[in-house]
């Protein structure tokens, strides 16, 4: 199992910029409260990402036996998809594949794989330079069926696909949709696409273990039973209301207190292992628009939430670090480290004439990534500043189920504490809703003459 240590959030370590056992009784009721509604909604409502790991049978062996008909088939696999429906699938295909995966021998790897997560049309026209439509299988991913981004994605592809393929053009096409409403369900009805459910209580950035991350992760060979057995690991050991015994609970129950009572509004996610490095962006997106929030349940302006920064150790250490040592006492740092790492290098000798250099000969490369993420977190505990540990023993698809598991659960309870719903997100609506509005579509003449009444941007602060 995944490790959550959370000693230098402690005010033992941290002095007054850490948390007391006192503060975390303080809020011991909220935090109860918080985990018996969990238990009481799991699966229901917006909690339908809870039972995952348990209600998935057919599909994963739908999926599994899909996946290898698109490996014996094709020799690209592309996700169009957004946010939610891009950002898990990116994260395990970084922590679960070789990490040049693209780049290998054709021999060393199944179908190249991309995710395409913007409507840059300079990225969509590089795609198109390294892809042969023909010989790809696109997967359609997005929960509304109707987000702008991937829907222009899908428009332009399908034209392609049409004059390149014929009548065959469908059989390219993998949608992952809600099965109730959008204008995907519709289309692939229509077209007769090969499809795949989003359930309605699982909202985007809680859809990885869900067709959303299952047939991408399957169709580059991941081990989808791993990841989900993993998941359940992780919701067992966080069963019971009493935080030292639920990390998750714990880890919301301290960010609670770290962001309501001790001033840290930003959340620094920091991967020891480049494997894990996009595990931070998936984190960013959970953390960031599950809490962020302008209103509570009670429909008071709150504006709660709490900064989530990415960042990657050792990389990082020669730039950011610098702030979370030495700058204010404002974040919490999320340090994620590996014990074993799958592979290792020895540093070879050829430097003894330099006693500075030289004391790196002999050593592998683990030992001084796993040397300097320990340095890192004495010098932002010596430096008081609030830090955790999270680690993984291996990265694996067990290890990473447990971890999407944890962040996830952390989420929900935090969200509860904070009183406010973890699950909406109008502020990105809001941006949906004004790029509508200026694209004239029907039904947005409200918000296009609210736009057109908002005050011009004024030259003078143009320069
Ligand atoms: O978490 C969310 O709900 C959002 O980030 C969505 O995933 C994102 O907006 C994409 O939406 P959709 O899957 O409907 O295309």
Known sequence: MIKFDFNNMMDAYIGEQGISEKDIEAVLDKAQDSYAYFEKNRGTGWMGWSELPYNQESIVRDIIMTAADIRAKYKNFVVLGI???????????????????????????????????????ERMLALLDVIDPAETMFNVITKSGATSETMSQYLIITDILKKKCGEDWAKHIIATTSESKGNLIKLAKEE?????????????????????????????????????????????????????????????????????????????????????????DWYCQLWGE???????????????????????????????????????????????????????????????QFADVNFLCG??????????????????????????????DEVNARSIGQLLMFFQLETAYCGKMLNIDTFNQPGVEEGKNATYAMFDRHGYEAKKAELEAAPKKNEKYII
């Open 83 to 121: 946010g939610g429906s891009a950002l898990g699938p990116m994260a395990v295909y970084n922590a679960l594949c070789h990490l040049r995966y693209n780049e290998l021998d054709e021999s060393k790897r199944g179908v190249k794989f991309f995710v395409e997560d913007n409507v840059d049309p």
């Open 290 to 352: 599950s809490l962020g929030k302008a209103v509570d349940f009670d429909g008071k302006t709150v504006h709660k939430g709490q900064t989530p920064v990415k960042a990657l150790g050792v990389t990082d250490q020669h730039s950011q670090v610098q702030l979370y040592t030495e700058g204010p006492f404002d974040n919490v740092i999320t340090i994620i480290g590996v014990e074993k790492f799958r592979k290792d290098v020895v540093i070879a000798n050829g430097a003894e």
């Open 363 to 392: 050593h592998t490369m683990s030992e001084l990534i796993n040397t300097e993420r320990k340095a890192t977190e004495y010098a932002l505990t010596r430096s008081k500043h609030m830090n955790r540990t999270i680690l993984l």
């Open 192 to 280: 007769g696409f090969k499809t795949y459910f989003i359930p309605d209580g699982v909202g985007g950035r809680f859809s990885e273990l869900c067709p959303v991350g299952l047939l991408p992760a399957a169709v580059l060979g991941i081990d989808i039973i791993g990841l989900l057995v993993g998941a359940s690991e992780m919701d067992k050991k966080c069963n019971g209301a009493d935080p030292y015994k639920n990390p998750a609970l714990m880890a919301a129950v301290l960010q609670y207190i770290a962001m309501e009572q001790k001033g840290k509004n930003i959340s620094v996610m920091m991967p020891y292992a480049d494997s894990l490095k996009l595990m931070a």
